[in-house]
């Protein structure tokens, strides 16, 4: 995952602007889901998965802001969707992370023409992966907090985190922000470093979930040994 400073000039003003049009409509779809989940309207039965957006999104907006820069446009960081999704499920990780963004551009002064493309190739692509590899494995393995911890919590977090980081790195290789030559091997390694560390991270905030607060998970992996 990466993060653009400013609108390169690959892309016409319109074109970013048509980006951001896409995706906003796929926000205002994240956002009739949650009303037809009467998420808004429950705020007053049990406060709870609203506390837990709220306390997600701030988390991960502070990791967003932590970040290495390795060329003028391309900053490295964790972007916590896999965490995400199993706590929130789609249409609040899609809203958080909606919300993460801005703030992150707002306080580095990242123009908002390129938060579309941002969105799609930092928020959107793990996003999907994650719900497909949970969703394949869910099916497969056994019920087991063992497996959800290690499977779900680790493995599929390092594996979306790498994919994702692989893509973003080709996507700046068509457009020749980047070059993925023989002499830039240092690329592919950040994916799996990042890969290692966002899973490590995962894997031991779903541990404590999954041990002390598993009414917290929000993804339907049901196991049965706790």
């Known amino acids: 995952m990466f993060i653009l400073a400013q609108p390169l000039n690959f892309f016409s003003s319109y074109t970013w602007w048509f980006i951001n049009t896409v995706v906003l409509m796929v926000m205002f779809v994240f956002i009739f889901l949650l009303f037809k989940q009467k998420f808004f309207s429950n705020h007053k039965n049990s406060s709870n998965p609203h506390n837990i957006w709220l306390s997600t999104t701030f988390s991960l907006s502070i990791i967003w802001l932590m970040r290495a820069q390795l060329l003028d446009n391309l ?13 929130l499920d789609i249409p609040l990780t899609g809203l958080a992370l909606a919300v993460v963004l801005i703030f992150t551009n707002v306080t580095r002064h990242i123009s908002f023409e390129i938060w579309g493309a941002q969105y799609a190739l930092s928020v959107l692509f793990p996003l999907l992966l994650s719900y497909v590899l949970h969703l394949i494995l869910a099916r497969q393995l056994p019920k087991r907090v063992f497996v959800f911890i290690f499977i779900h919590g680790f493995f599929v977090t390092a594996l979306v985190m790498a994919s994702t980081v692989a893509f973003n790195l ?31 991270m995962t894997g031991m905030i779903i541990t404590l979930v999954a041990v002390y607060r598993p009414q917290w998970l929000q993804h339907r992996v049901q196991f049965q040994d706790v």
């Not at 900053?75 to 706590?87: D, E, R, T």
Request: proline share 0%; aromatic share 20%; hydrophobic share 60%.
């Open 170 to 200: 080709l996507v700046l290789n068509y457009f020749g922000i980047i070059l993925l030559d023989v002499g830039n091997g240092i690329f592919w390694i950040g994916s799996v470093l990042l890969g290692w560390g966002e899973a490590f």
């Open 75 to 87: 900053y490295l960081h964790f972007i916590g969707v896999s965490l995400a999704y199993l706590l």
